[in-house]
């Protein structure tokens, strides 16, 4: 099976269903709710697994009962967590999600600072067999020992760009491939537009560059030219975790061999369908159904 290794973080999601965004301080009811696992880097893993690859997870988490759940969630999707560290005393990452009928979610998340963000330990440990990697800015440290494997050993090297990327600069310059968001996208150029944009990211890097808006779809740099893939049209329910998973089937699909734009489309596909259902990453699809997806619109 196709290997990922990916570095970044991961958490435990406490999601709510509701008519409204709360805005008073009041009390709220809500209409369904999910305890699931979260995180850049463990949705992608999820993703990869769900999709038929094998997820190594490098992460930084306490040694404490929200780890515990964690790293019991990841195993259970077939994620390999042997390169997680447990830090005595330390306290894992959680969020409390809201998620509205529109499908838009707003997060609340707690991260202990005074977990070490040094990553010498993984640079001791890091594998070097492995089709591809996939990084998130929300661990830079790590995010460079994992793209500094990927191009030792010529193999795609992904980094998940999202806002702040104060202290990503070195992943930056040691990635293959940059995935932004569109706020990324902004707070790295400073450039609102995001054709603009990739256009002064490409003066920056010399990674190739795409830039994911959700409903808007994809945009990358074709050969200096502006490219753009539009999402799939599907009915919403939950965008929680949907650029995760976007990020993990894309990484994955390079891996694969898969094409730049092939991979956009295969990853757009995934992520849609995860969409289309409650629970953030409880609804990523499996293969069959991605391919099934992708053949209804060809």
């Known amino acids: 099976m196709t290997t990922i290794l990916i570095a970044g ?145 010529s193999r795609p090297g992904v980094l998940d760009a999202e806002a702040p990327l104060r202290g990503s600069e070195e992943a930056i310059r040691l990635a293959s491939h940059v995935a932004f968001s569109a706020q990324g996208l902004r707070d790295f150029t400073g450039q609102e537009d995001l054709q603009a944009g990739l256009t002064a990211a490409a003066d920056q890097t010399e990674a190739w560059l795409c830039v994911t808006d959700g409903e808007a779809g994809v945009a990358w740099l074709d050969d200096g030219a502006f490219a753009t893939f539009p999402a799939f049209e599907v009915n919403a329910v939950d965008t929680l975790g949907a650029g995760d998973v976007w990020h993990g089937a894309f990484a994955l699909g390079l891996g694969e061999g898969q094409t730049e734009t092939e991979a956009i489309r295969f990853a757009s596909a995934v992520a849609a369908i995860k969409c289309t259902r409650f629970g953030g990453r409880s609804g990523v699809p499996d293969r069959q159904e991605t391919e099934a997806f992708l053949k209804e619109f060809k």
């Open 9 to 153: 973080v991961a958490v435990i999601d406490f999601v709510f269903s509701v008519d409204h965004m709360p805005r008073l301080p009041e009390k709220y009811r809500a209409r369904d709710a999910a305890i699931v696992g979260g995180g850049c880097a463990a949705n992608a893993a999820v993703a990869v697994a769900r999709q038929g690859g094998t997820a190594r997870l490098a992460s930084r988490l306490g040694r404490d009962r929200v780890g515990d759940m964690i790293i019991a969630d990841l195993e259970d999707e077939g994620v390999d967590c042997s390169l997680c560290r447990r830090f005595e005393g330390g306290r894992s990452s959680f969020s409390s999600v809201f998620v509205d009928t529109g499908g838009d979610r707003q997060i609340v998340n707690f991260r202990d600072e005074t977990i070490s963000f040094d990553a010498q330990w993984l640079d001791q440990i890091v594998p070097n067999e492995f089709d591809a990697v996939l990084a998130d800015t929300r661990w830079p440290e790590g995010a460079s020992s994992v793209l500094t494997a990927a191009r030792n050993n």
